[in-house]
């Protein structure tokens, strides 16, 4: 419970939370009492003086205040233990068994800010915002206590740290940092570096596609752009694909593709190349009459944009690679794309999709829908908690 708190936030009328939302941005508090600091728990009230809910406070984000409860509720120990314990029953009920996943995430989980990935006996941790941040500690304590993890592992190094005012670090929090070790995740073995991985070490929220996609890879010829470590183009070689190639801009990613082949018993095609000019060139040789090389290719990039003003830029590049995919691949052919960007939804990422199509005189049949992992939840009430989307489409002859 909430005691001897006396600050809070007055929020304007007709503010998202009224809806339903459980943040509160600056152009929408009307008055501030009690002086809070940044990572304080504040109250929020109408301008009735209703009671709306306990909120993480930060005057120094856009994002001033994130509601975790609609009760008069601290930021202790026991809610701590009591909301983690819980996002660990969702798991293992919905994904009995694994060994690499997201424990905690973030509002999905009533804990804004705090994400916990585990890797087998690892525990990788990221706090996004203030009022995480200044409970590492607490946080830390108890993950020890719920599950005694042979290492916890902070890594504070996302971009979005700055707008909380937060300095980008990475630290052991309890034991000692892990060699490279191999983990297992939907059957796929990877090798996994803690310290130097993408987001906390994997892609955790695409494990469930990796198994979606490579059903329609057998006896397919398979390429995987923007493939990272090879999720995709693993899965598809141990599906049974005919042949896997698996293309992306970095040394280091591709090095890993590899290794992960390797482990997996299984050949991969792997070569470091910016996607981009890889697939201008190949369209451009099948434009010129070359024979197609590939009758299934998975889209797979980062996120062209985090931000609404760049977002028309975005949606040119998204255009122009699914163009270009479309151009190498015959009647029959499967095209898997995905976007990881929430400020492009579903419709549009469809939209954009759809229009390449009418401009290289294709004709998709949608014959598969992919979202996030179930260790990745998504809240109705609040729309950014889904950004992962992607789709699988089958090349039908022109009508």
């Known amino acids: ?22 943040w509160v941005y600056g152009t929408e508090v009307r008055a501030v009492f009690g002086n809070p600091k ?3 728990v504040v109250l929020l009230k109408d301008q009735r003086d209703r009671y709306l809910g306990s909120a993480m406070y930060n005057p120094q984000s856009q994002i001033v205040a994130r509601r975790f409860s609609r009760r008069k509720q601290d930021l202790d ?31 999905s989980d009533g804990l804004p800010g705090l994400i916990i990935d585990r890797y087998r006996d690892v525990l990788v941790v990221q706090t996004l915002t203030m009022a995480m941040y200044q409970r590492l500690g607490l946080i830390r304590d ?35 940092m892990p060699e490279p070790f191999v983990g297992t995740g939907r059957g796929i073995k990877f090798l996994v570096d803690l310290s130097t991985g993408q987001k906390t070490g994997l892609y955790l929220d695409q494990l469930q596609n990796y198994e979606e996609v490579a059903k329609f890879a057998r006896g397919r010829r398979v390429l995987d752009c923007f493939c990272n470590q090879g999720g995709f183009a ?19 990613a591709i090095a890993s593709v590899r290794r992960n082949a390797e482990l997996n018993g299984v050949q991969v095609e792997a070569i470091a190349e910016n996607a981009f000019d890889f697939l201008k060139r190949e369209s451009d040789a099948v434009r010129n009459g070359a024979d197609p090389k590939w009758d299934m290719i998975i889209l797979d990039p980062p996120s062209f944009t985090r931000n609404k003003k760049s ?27 995905f976007s990881c960007s929430h400020h492009i939804s579903s419709t549009l990422f469809r939209q954009t999709i759809c229009e390449a199509a009418v401009d290289g005189h294709s004709t998709l049949r949608l014959i598969g829908t992919h979202g996030q992992s179930p260790d990745h939840p998504i809240l109705l009430n609040i729309p950014e908690t889904e950004y992962l989307k992607g789709f699988t489409f089958e090349m039908v002859p022109g009508r």
């Open 1 to 22: 419970m909430l005691v001897g708190v006396m600050a809070g936030l007055i929020i304007a009328p007709k503010a998202r939370i009224f809806h339903g939302h459980d």
């Open 38 to 40: 940044a990572g304080d």
């Open 77 to 107: 120990r026991d809610f701590f233990a009591r909301r983690i314990s819980q996002s660990m029953l969702l798991r293992e009920r919905y994904l009995p068994g694994e060994e690499m996943m997201r424990l905690v995430w973030s509002e």
């Open 142 to 176: 108890i993950l020890g206590d719920l599950l005694q993890p042979r290492c916890i592992l902070v890594r504070n190094d996302s971009p979005m740290l700055l707008a909380e005012g937060i300095e980008p670090e990475t630290y052991v929090a309890a034991g000692e």
């Open 234 to 252: 693993l899965a598809c070689a141990k599906a049974g694909a005919a042949s896997v190639t698996a293309v992306d801009i970095s040394e280091e």
């Open 311 to 337: 977002l028309n830029g975005a949606l040119r590049g998204y255009k122009e690679i699914h163009l270009r995919a479309m151009q190498m691949l015959p009647v029959g052919g499967v095209l898997s794309s």
